[in-house]
């Protein structure tokens, strides 16, 4: 029986491959003795380098099998212990990594959105080494609740009776909703039923506490008479909700906080509003866009506000719940608190956040995100212009640096068709051809450096807005810039 010519082909590489000696292989113990592997083994230990090296050995293994001819120096001891150190590296490397967030918006919900100010930090280190009353009253040596850290410090902010903390707002209008309206009716108008990141809906919500929802109006125009005539016995409270991430203009119609509240309290339920975003001041006074604070909610007659701690407010995530002083008690008495409840390093950083407000000559300067909001345009285009010669010189002459101005946004759903004026680097291809696959080149390597870059690509060019890297950032900015010439493909 005659074989194939392709059956013959392989089977002659095969025999060939068979027949060619290979190399030596160094064992794992001689490689751990080994003066290269002392500083792997001081860093990392005896057992992860023992991995490190059979993974590095059992690759060197299946490549002579595949018949690949390795280098002369590929079974030294440096070369073996240059690929340990590589799968160790990739190994105990962190997954949460620091990176520059240059794409314009503030609070990034991907990037983690508030930065927290140096106050902050260092309480949650204080909290991090040493043990706390985080449930416990040095007053009378008894139980204590956690909730009383801060509840006092939320109240005069708020305006609120009583205050208690979640792990987030989502947390915040689930633990409301099942505590106040589980099998029951909840009235929210059609132009508040949102949407958010992460495919956060207020009705899918709704359904996981028990309650029914009852939409009222129309998408554009909701008025009174809608919540009058809606209501029922089986109403439990109604509902106003931030439009987080959009707005809707033109011929449209909604019912003020007030008109709503007043409607509730006639027929005896509680008036809830989701605020999300949840400012506690003004940001007019510093030329920023108006944004409904949390006090002026509570007056208007709201019973309960829901509000995140990692948007405007500034601080960590959180979810609040302020308001009457007998609902809050209902909610913290819902078994699901517990499971929703903060730990003691979100209430070691929100606490001197919240006190940050008690000065507000000095909350522009000391709150990181009121801080970056605030940032002059000027200094931007300085520190632009002081970037641009090395950045240009690291990309070389296929890419194009310019100066450019660029408008930030807010982020996290507060504001979405409000803009900052801002100022950065607008990069593109100098050819122009195949633009596309250059700027997913330049984006790869941007993310790739050793403090990852996050910038955004827009209208044929990378943007990079400087308005989140403050001065203190810049030189460790810079000195990475020249790393990009090696990871950009020529």
Sequence with gaps: MKTAPLEQAVLAAAQDTAARPWPQLPSVDKLLQSAALAPLRARYGHQACTQALREALDALR?????????????????????????????????????VFNLT??????NLGRALLPQEAVDAVVQALLSPANLEYDLATGGRGDRDDLIEALICELTGAEAATVVNNNAAAVLLTLGTLAEGREVIVSRGELVEIGGAFRIPDIMARAGARLVEVGTTNRTHARDYTEAMSDATSLLMKVHCSNYEVTGFTKSVS?????????????????????GTLVDMRQWGLPYEVTVRETIAAGADIVTFSGDKLLGGPQAGLIVGRKDLIARIKKNPLKRAMRVGKLTLAALEPVLRLYLHPEQLAQRLTTLRLFTRPAADMQAQAQALAPALQAALGPAYVVETAAMASQIGSGALPVESLPSHGLRIHPASGRQAGRQLLQLEAALRALPRPVIARIHADAMWLDLRCLEADQQSLFAEQLPLLASQIPS
């Design 257 to 277: 906080d007030q008109e709503v509240a007043d409607i509730a309290h006639g027929r005896g339920v509680p008036m809830v509003v989701d605020l999300g975003s």
């Design 62 to 98: 299946d490549q002579l099998r595949a018949g690949m001819v390795l280098a002369p120096d590929a079974t030294h001891f440096e070369r073996i212990a240059d690929s340990a150190a590589q799968r160790l590296a990739r190994r105990f490397a962190p997954r949460l990594q620091a």
């Design 104 to 109: 314009g918006t503030v609070l990034h919900t």
